[in-house]
């Protein structure tokens, strides 16, 4: 009895002595993945930094292109559901460009809310693009007047799979375009590359 329970003794202490050595090393395994994770999100920062640098470079270069005083970048994005079960669907300006003259409304340009806009979304819809006017009785006819637009102009940005995630907008203040104007390929052309760099890349 007194050898059984010797033996007992013993087998209880190697299985202590392996369950402390199997925690511990968990425990360091944990801490060494989230010291990891900490540095990968801290260089995440910097990562998604330059790649905002990017589309910040390129607005800049096709505000300048295209004469106009602001050059924005809005994304559709979900927001909460109602009771209904209807998804919130809304935009917000993620990006832009202005001219020295021209104020930001970025902080403004928020969470906007699709069914307070359907009838520019409806057009945005059926056309490559979308020109208002001031004088122009649409969804943003008061936002002109106030922030003293003239004309603004809308370009859907489409993914690979033809999904519209967005829309890139060219605010003129100085001169407004012509009823008759018609975007140059070269435009479409630039925001296939905006939306190419805006895309996550796997």
Same mark, same amino acid.
């Given at each position: ?14 299985i ?11 425990l360091s395994?944990?801490? /060494? ?9 801290t260089?995440?920062?910097?990562t998604?930094?330059?790649?905002? @640098? ?12 295209y004469?106009c005083?602001?050059?924005a970048i ?17 935009? %917000? ?5 202005t001219d ?7 902080k403004?340009? @928020? %969470? ?15 056309n490559k ?16 007047i106030?922030?003293? @637009?003239?004309?603004?102009?809308y370009?859907k ?11 890139a ?9 012509? /009823? %008759? ?15 190419y ?6």
């Open positions: 009895m007194d050898l059984l329970e010797k033996i007992l003794e013993n087998l209880g202490v190697v202590y002595s392996f369950l402390t050595a199997a925690f511990m090393g968990i395994y944990v801490q /060494k993945l989230l010291k990891k994770k900490r540095a990968m999100r260089e995440d920062v910097f998604e930094n330059e790649w905002h @640098q990017q589309i910040h470079r390129k607005l800049i270069e096709m505000r300048v292109k004469e005083n602001k050059i809005y994304q559709f994005h979900n927001g909460e559901h109602y009771l209904s079960n209807r998804a919130a669907i809304k935009f %917000s300006e993620t990006h832009e460009d020295n003259k021209t104020f930001s409304y970025k403004e340009n @928020q %969470s906007l809310l699709t069914s307070h806009y359907s009838d520019f979304i409806h057009d945005l819809q059926d693009f979308v020109l208002y006017s001031v004088e122009d009785d649409s969804d943003f006819k008061q936002e002109m106030h922030r003293m @637009q003239k004309s603004c102009l370009l940005m489409a993914d690979d799979y033809g999904r519209v995630i967005g829309f907008k060219l605010i003129f203040s100085d001169t407004a375009l012509d /009823k %008759s104007y018609n975007p140059p390929e070269e435009l479409y052309s630039d925001v296939d590359d905006l939306t760099i805006l895309e996550p890349k796997i």
